[in-house]
């Protein structure tokens, strides 16, 4: 359940990530990387907030803006890790405990949870927003409704100006 406080807190995001969409000088994927930066900055459990974005004919997710430590995991193929899964499930995933998955990678020793929401441009799953805690058991039905919305918004604003993610 929200508190009054996630309820305003969640309502200021979202807010600030419209304001970041509606700038017509940047490109998809600054914006992109604002976002990441706003999420990282604004809730206090987000360690690591990235977008990762499907190359269908290679089967294989792509690294396009993140915030946090870099890590070696740009390229993930369909299938193998949680954001593999989602590529291929096209349905939420929250991880509580990292550990307990046998399908996990490790991006960062001190990373406890994960959630991971798909990004469906045309009814295609086209990408996604991971986003990894140090705390154990850090997203709530909350974070997934936040995250929906801020996917739904990108979404709509890349079919708005019939906009893709170049994946080379």
Known sequence: MET???VEQHK??????????SVDSNCLETKLTQICALLKQEIKTYDWV???FAKQNTKTL?????SGIPTDHTVIPF?????GQVAISNKNFVVDDVHAQDNYISCNIDVKSEIVIPLFLNNEN??????DSNTINAFNESDVILLEKINEKISNYMLSNKLSINIS
């Open 4 to 6: 009054i406080f996630q």
């Open 126 to 131: 086209i990408g996604q927003i991971d986003i």
């Open 79 to 83: 299938g193998k890790g949680i954001c």
């Open 12 to 21: 200021e995001i979202l807010s600030s990530v419209a304001t970041i969409i």
């Open 62 to 66: 792509h690294l396009k803006a993140f």
């Open 50 to 52: 990235g977008f990762y």
